[in-house]
């Protein structure tokens, strides 16, 4: 017999199911998973080099609560960047997107999958088709961006994510809040 205090091993049972459904119940559902994730800056730092080239500088400017980087060389400008998430089939999608200092779309690339299908959307052939837009793309699956058979939800979360930082960055660019 247990005692009133010690619980024992039943009411061991009961908190741990208790715990356990509190925290996938709906009222932890308003922190979102995706808010949390990054990457490692290891990976900003080699997809950075990767798309702008060796040697660059980088500094990152506050725009309202988010974070770009500005990458220049020998004090020249050679564009901006920013590390986001969208979310896959049920894991977040770490994603850097570059611009140009023509707010062109240099280069998209996955820094972090999480899923474990549809990997394909961080593969040079998918990722090199957002080369070169700009805000007035359709940047639509089906449209001017290929679908991935087998990786349809990936496909289109990242191509909207994709869509709405070019905007974003194009829009602080314009308004002179990044430069």
Do not use: C
Not at 51 to 76: E, M, N
Not at 132 to 160: C, F, M, Q, Y
Request: aromatic share 6%.
């Amino acid at each position: 017999m247990t005692s009133k205090r010690g619980g024992g091993p039943r009411q061991l049972g009961y908190v741990l199911a208790w715990l356990l459904a509190l925290a996938l119940s709906p009222l932890t559902a308003h922190r979102s998973p995706l808010a949390a994730q990054a990457a490692p800056p290891g990976k900003v730092a080699k997809s950075v080099e990767r798309i702008f080239g060796p040697g660059v500088h980088v500094d990152t400017l506050k725009v309202d609560t988010a974070s770009v980087l500005r990458v220049s060389r020998s004090g020249a400008l050679l564009g901006f960047a920013q590390v986001r998430n969208v979310k896959g089939k049920d894991q977040p999608i770490t994603y850097l997107v570059a611009i140009d200092p023509s707010d062109a779309l240099k280069d998209v690339d996955v820094l972090v999958y999480r899923e474990p299908y549809g990997g394909e959307v961080a593969y040079e052939p998918w990722r090199k088709q957002f080369r070169g837009k700009k805000t007035g793309a359709p940047l639509e699956v089906g449209k001017d961006i290929r679908n991935i058979s087998g990786a349809t939800i990936s496909s289109h979360s990242v191509t909207l994510g994709v869509r709405r930082t070019l905007a974003e960055l194009t829009a602080w660019h314009a308004a002179g809040k990044i430069r």
